[in-house]
């Protein structure tokens, strides 16, 4: 093999090499998204009974009920396991999450709980008037409200 050859091979695997490091450079890129796609979903369900709310869908127990119990379901998935030490903004692509979050774990968890709380009981009352699924609602959107101000970091 000429030395140009080789060195053409070397600089071929280097190149390779530093292609693949790239790629797996951020270990909680897989993470992320899974987190993100758990709140979006939330979100999606959330929008469906805001419509509601605010008239811009009819008021349907059977649709507004299957999305708090979305919702529910989903507030119980979440745990610190999406939340990998580490996968905070700056430190892992598209992370969004404030570094705070590692430092105040039990606020986090507390805060989640009320998620879990306000969405349970939204789940009744989605299904028994307009009224009390304002008010279910507006309670899920502080739950969701406090722990943004305090752990996600403003958009944009
Ligand atoms: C216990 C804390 C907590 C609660 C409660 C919470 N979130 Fe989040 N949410 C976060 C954090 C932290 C992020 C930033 C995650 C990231 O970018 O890695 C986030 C991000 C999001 C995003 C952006 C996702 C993306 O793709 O960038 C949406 C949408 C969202 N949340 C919706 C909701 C909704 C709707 C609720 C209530 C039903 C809710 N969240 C409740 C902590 C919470």
Redesign the pocket.
Known sequence: MSKLKLFGLTSALVLTGVMVWAETADPFADI?ET??GL??Q??AD?GKMGAMVKGDAPYDAAVAEKAAAN?AAIASVISLDQFPAG?E?GKSA????KAD?WATPDD?LA??GD?NTAAEALKTAAATNPDSLKTGITA?GK??GA??SA??ASQG
């Open positions: 992320v987190r993100h709140m979006m939330m979100a959330v919702v996968s903004a598209d992370s969004s999450a979050l986090f805060k989640l998620l899920l739950a969701c722990c943004h752990y996600r």
